[in-house]
């Protein structure tokens, strides 16, 4: 009866240790997409003036090099939006930066 116990007690255990590392990875990924989205827009924005081909292409290596991919990018004027998506074991994550020069405020 007591091993019975002592099983079950340990189960509880590996469910609550799973549960929580699924919810760390699922945090990690979603920190990582809004890293990779704000890094992104910055860059991007730092070359807007040479179009939006430009910009995105930029914003979508740094995307890349922070392991996301973009799923959209928009160039208004020299405000950039980008848009990425981080995949991981524990799913999916998506974040959205906006990156534009400083405006004064009034």
Same mark, same amino acid.
């Given at each position: 009866?007591?091993? @019975?116990? $002592? &099983?079950?007690? +340990? &189960? #509880?255990?590996? $469910?609550?240790?799973?549960?929580? =590392?699924?919810? +760390? ?5 979603? !920190? ?6 704000? &890094?992104? =827009?910055?860059? *991007? ?14 914003? *979508?290596?740094? $995307? $890349?090099?922070? =392991? ?9 004027? @020299?405000? &950039?939006?980008?848009? #990425?998506?981080?995949? /991981? +074991?524990?799913? =999916?994550? !998506?974040?959205?930066?906006?990156? *534009?020069?400083?405006?004064?405020? /009034?």
């Amino acid at each position: 009866m007591s091993s @019975l116990y $002592a &099983l079950g007690v +340990g &189960l #509880v255990f590996v $469910a609550a240790g799973t549960v929580v =590392a699924v919810d +760390g990875a699922h945090l990690i990924a979603r !920190e990582q997409a809004r890293t990779a989205a704000d &890094l992104g =827009a910055l860059a *991007g924005a730092a070359v807007a003036i040479e179009g939006a081909a430009a910009a995105c292409e930029r914003a *979508g290596q740094i $995307a $890349a090099a922070n =392991a996301a991919t973009v799923t959209a990018c928009r160039l208004d004027g @020299l405000d &950039l939006t980008l848009s #990425v998506q981080v995949v /991981t +074991g524990a799913g =999916a994550a !998506e974040a959205t930066a906006v990156a *534009g020069p400083v405006r004064e405020v /009034t």
